[in-house]
């Protein structure tokens, strides 16, 4: 079992940055995948940045360019740093951890979500 804890959502200006974080209760070596979906009110889920545990990175067309996402394993931790944000990028993101391995080598599918946390981007 995975929990995740977030932390550095907020209110912003267009144009301004914030910088996400996912601090998991066990090593992310571990875990297959971390990353963020958002949610805004009215619209789908989306996938917004993924990362390997062998650093393998992907963030969607939608935020190429403005969006990076990094892994710490040291602090078991991924961050999402946003820069450039623009007001469709208000949402509540979630951090997500997938694919892990227990101790004994047996490997779990299981999707773990953290609390959410919301970025509010004005104009």
């Known amino acids: 079992q995975v929990q995740l804890v977030e932390a550095g959502g907020g209110l912003v200006q267009a144009g301004g940055s914030l910088r996400l974080s996912c601090a998991a209760s066990r090593s992310i070596l571990s875990i297959d995948n971390m990353g963020w979906y958002r949610q805004a009110p009215g619209l789908q889920r989306e996938l917004v940045a ?10 969607a067309d939608s935020v190429k360019g403005r ?8 602090a078991n931790t991924v961050y999402l740093e946003m820069n450039s944000l623009k007001p469709e990028d208000t949402a509540v993101y979630y951090c997500y951890a997938a694919g892990t391995y227990a101790p004994d080598g047996s490997f779990s599918e299981q999707y773990y979500w953290g609390q959410g946390t919301q970025v509010t981007v004005s104009s």
């Not at 993924?50 to 963030?59: E, F, G, H, L």
């Not at 969006?67 to 040291?74: L, M």
Request: charged share 30%; glycine share 0%.
């Open 50 to 59: 993924d990362i390997t545990s062998r650093d393998s990175a992907y963030v």
């Open 67 to 74: 969006f990076t996402i990094s892994r710490d394993n040291a």
